[in-house]
């Protein structure tokens, strides 16, 4: 399809050239695809002028642009306060200098961001991000989506999202350290536990909070919850780490669950071997599901009898512990390595994008189709381009957004912010009780808004149950 906004058909090859083979693999030549509706289009061309270049925001804004835009159609209200508009611009962003000093002693210079989406449901919250490949429009649709996905759990939290181009492979601890210290001490006035509370993301994981954690303490000179996904000696909730891959198998089941079917005996392939990729991992182990792909920037492993426990533990060890690349694995474990491959290739029933944005294209989506694929759930945050979102839900196929299935890790930050606020520490099980039925909720939330002849349209029931709770906040709360 083309582009009927005012601009020259979009092919974005954006960035690929700036940075080495680790963004070359996953971000694809994108088009984002022109409506067939003119209310949407006209939406979309004002986006478009307003926020020329952004071209993942523009992606993030048309998909909920498709769905809510006939919904207002009968929420004139909404329509009249002009609420969609003003979600899709920032309530403030913040860009800053990041100085910090390598161990060979060269000077070096990043840049820091974070963009405060929306306040109108709680305290801004949202992760941060160190990737190379950051930029304010990725950022950007990282706030946007949050907004829908924090509405979503119920749990009164704003959006937001954060981080820097700083790239933590092949940093030593110490430059971590010097790096997260100089970081936080810029976004220092910005954040507060009732004010903005960041998290992690890709490239921020428990070391890198640890270090902010304590240098924000050291500057304010008291303790509190400002951050999420903290070491349980420190105000961490248990079940954090596990949250979002749990989720997301959670969020997969509820799907599976509405059909009648379990995951039991399915070939599922996993993207990514980080966080979110390797609990979803073990939780469709637990659910004697077969995982016969995990993958890094390099390349991706095939395992075509299924990932094992001993396998699992391994690669735990090797990301979390060793920082080591996924071949390392395959070479262990006398697997496949496919040098600078992608994991949809692999004949499956169910895909667990759990990497990056756009990581699964039209192409890709076709692959995965004519291969069988009938589940889709997005661990990451739009990991398919709007083409392959066009392609699985014309299909009919069950397709779980990152919005909503994705949703566990914020639903355990929010129950991290109310242990900390209390000052009491909930067992694992019911932090894993409480994001089990949190899950369940988001999936009747998409049942509610986007159930249709007895399917569910998730892109639909998302979006909409997303909007419509932050809508009334707005509504209630004045042109603000
Ligand atoms: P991690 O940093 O722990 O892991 C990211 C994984 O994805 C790594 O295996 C990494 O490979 C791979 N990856 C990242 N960028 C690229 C790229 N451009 N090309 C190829 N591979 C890439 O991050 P998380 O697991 O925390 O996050 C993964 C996704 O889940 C992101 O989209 C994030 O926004 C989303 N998410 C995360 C949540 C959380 O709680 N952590 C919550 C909700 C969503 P390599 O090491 O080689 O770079």
């Not at 979009?10 to 050239?17: P, Q, S």
């Amino acid at each position: 399809m083309s582009i009927l906004y005012n601009i020259p058909k979009i092919v974005f090859k954006t960035r690929n050239h700036c940075f080495s083979k680790q963004n070359l693999l996953l971000m694809p030549i994108n088009d984002v695809e022109s409506s067939e509706n003119p209310e949407v289009r006209s939406f979309m061309e004002l986006i478009y002028n307003r926020n020329p270049n952004e071209l993942e925001f523009i992606q993030a804004v048309q998909e909920v642009a498709e769905v809510v835009i006939p919904f207002l159609e009968d929420h004139r209200e909404y329509k009249q306060a002009k609420i969609l508009e003003s979600i899709c611009e920032p309530e403030r962003v913040f860009s800053f200098r990041i100085p910090w000093i390598r161990d060979s002693g060269e000077y070096m210079i990043n840049r820091g961001y974070r963009i405060q989406m929306n306040s109108a449901t709680g305290p801004y919250k949202g992760g941060l991000r160190f990737h190379p490949s950051l930029n304010y429009s990725v950022l950007k649709f990282l706030a946007f989506e949050q907004v829908f996905k924090n509405s979503l759990t119920n749990m009164n939290l704003g959006a937001a999202k954060g981080g820097s181009d700083f790239d933590p492979k092949n940093k030593s601890d110490r430059e971590i350290m010097g790096f997260c210290q100089s970081f936080i001490t810029a976004l220092f006035p910005m954040i507060g536990p009732e004010m903005d509370i960041p998290a992690g993301d890709i490239g921020v994981g428990p070391r890198e909070i640890g270090f902010m954690f304590g240098q924000y303490k050291r500057l304010l000179r008291r303790f509190n919850g400002v951050i999420t996904g903290k070491g349980s000696s420190y105000g961490g909730s248990l079940m954090r780490p596990e949250a979002t891959g749990y989720g997301n198998v959670y969020f997969a089941k509820e799907m599976l669950d509405y059909h009648d079917e379990t995951l039991k005996g399915k070939k599922c392939l996993i993207s990514g071997s980080g966080n979110v990729s390797l609990y979803t991992a073990e939780k469709l182990l637990e659910n004697d599901a077969k995982v016969v792909s995990l993958s890094d920037s390099d390349g991706t492993v095939h395992i075509p009898d299924g990932l094992t426990g001993e396998m699992l533990e391994f690669v735990k060890d090797l990301k979390f512990n060793r920082r080591g690349r996924i071949h390392e694995f395959a070479e262990k474990f006398d697997l496949e390595h496919k040098d600078e491959e992608k994991p949809w290739g692999i004949p499956c029933d169910a895909a667990f994008p759990c990497a990056t944005q756009n990581e699964i294209t039209g192409n890709d989506a076709e692959i995965l189709l004519n291969n069988g694929c009938r589940l889709i759930s997005e661990g990451a945050n739009m990991p398919c381009t709007s083409e392959a979102s066009r392609l699985f839900r014309e299909k009919g196929i069950l397709y779980g957004i990152g919005k909503a299935a994705n949703a566990g890790g914020v639903t355990v930050s929010g129950l991290e912010m109310t242990q900390n606020a209390i000052g009491y520490t909930w067992t694992k099980e019911a932090v894993d009780k409480l994001l089990r039925e949190n899950m369940k909720k988001i999936h009747q939330q998409c049942c509610k808004y986007g159930e249709v002849n007895g399917k569910v349209d998730y892109i639909k029931g998302a979006n909409i149950a997303g909007f419509v709770q932050v809508a009334r906040a707005m509504l209630a709360q004045g042109h603000v």
